[in-house]
């Protein structure tokens, strides 16, 4: 492969990926993760009924996370938008 402009901890990151699918194994296994819902269609059926509640499943990368005592807040994005999540 060409790796040119590529960090020699780049290439090997790249090369190790590599072997790994050689040898049959899928690094990044997202199928395995089971989601149910997406951020868009959390915020749509909040927006239309605030007094429903219902149990999701959803992936994604958190952006922000803040801590507030017994509550905390975190921003997760997926591929159909972004999502404020709060736990308590």
């Known amino acids: 492969m060409d790796y040119i402009g590529l960090s020699e901890q780049e290439v090997q990151r790249r090369e190790a990926l590599k072997a790994l699918r050689e040898l049959g194994i899928d690094p990044y296994p ?16 909040f927006e239309e009924n605030q007094s429903e509640r219902k149990d999701v499943v959803i992936a994604g990368r958190i952006l922000s996370r803040r801590i507030m005592g017994n509550a905390s807040f975190v921003e997760l994005q997926d591929d159909t938008g972004r999502i404020q999540l709060y736990f308590k």
């Open 30 to 45: 997202a199928a395995e993760f089971k989601i149910n819902d997406n951020s868009a269609s959390i915020i749509k059926s």
